[in-house]
């Protein structure tokens, strides 16, 4: 459009009526591509921040933790959303701040005390938590896990050991491992003879992950090199655009006074 314009011009006045309805449309497109860039850089960005975020690689969370096997002896776990209303913390939503208490329990079905050390790991909570109670535990900083040791259970009874968590003010952003697809997933999982999910309230950001993680696995890096490609070049042609609406604009100027 832009050729034919510049090079019928001179022996078509006429042609002039067309440059303000092609400049208008041409306006309209480099708005669209900036909208664009503005999100392809906003997207660069995100990448950028995730790829800074260290990986716990070398770390499990614990989730499947396992209660050690002893004839007669069964295990559970519950949580409870303190803050709203000690609900079941596995059917809400647990945001920034709110208090879940965990309950741990060991039951003895035989016909003989039975003497535990029981533990319970809480690696993959303190990724979204921090332990404010810990029910009479003992917190081993070296294994993340909390202990109750010579814990004596009478026959046909059961012991529990409940803990209390509050969820960070700022809930991290920090990218899921790739060696451990459960660490930092918006969800806390423990496992004590049977299995519990907290999902957390994390920030639109992590959104923006799960939709990434949804395309073909690449690395970070490799994901973040692609969008700075197609950002380039988004970028050159919405430059080559605003240029064409300049020559145009000047153009119309020269074509109205009768300098062209």
């Known amino acids: 459009m832009f050729k034919k ?19 208008k449309r041409l306006k309209k497109e480099s708005l669209i591509r900036q909208l664009g860039l503005v999100f392809l850089l906003l997207t660069i960005v995100i990448q950028i921040i ?7 690689a070398t770390i499990t969370n614990g989730a499947t933790d396992t209660p050690p096997t002893v004839a007669g002896i069964s ?9 709203h209303g000690s609900k079941d913390a596995t059917g809400v ?36 938590a921090q332990i404010i109670d810990n029910g009479g535990g003992r917190l081993n900083a070296t294994t993340q896990d909390l202990e109750w040791n010579d814990t004596t259970i009478a026959p ?17 952003i920090t990218a899921v491992s790739t060696a451990d697809r459960q660490s930092f997933d918006c969800v806390i999982t423990n ?16 959104a923006l992950e799960s939709l990434i993680n949804e395309l073909p696995k690449l690395s970070y890096i490799t994901e973040t090199l692609v969008l700075v490609v197609i950002f ?11 240029q064409l609406v300049r020559e145009l604009e000047l153009i119309r100027k020269d074509a109205h006074n009768g300098t062209f």
């Open 232 to 242: 380039t070049i988004s970028l050159i042609s919405y430059i080559d655009n605003d």
């Open 5 to 23: 314009i510049v090079s019928n011009l001179p022996f078509s006045p006429a042609l002039v009526g067309q440059i303000s309805p092609y400049i």
């Open 50 to 56: 995730l790829v800074a975020q260290p990986d716990r």
């Open 93 to 128: 939503i647990n945001y920034p701040n709110d208090r879940i208490s965990y309950t741990i329990t060991a039951s003895n079905t035989s016909k003989n005390p039975v003497k535990l050390n029981i533990k319970k790991s809480v690696k993959d909570i303190l990724d979204y």
């Open 156 to 172: 046909n009874s059961k012991t529990s050991h409940t803990f209390l968590v509050q969820i960070l003010d700022k809930v991290p």
């Open 191 to 206: 496992s004590y003879g049977n299995t519990i999910n907290n999902t957390i309230s994390c920030p639109p950001i992590k």
């Open 75 to 83: 295990y559970s776990i519950a949580s409870y959303n303190i803050t």
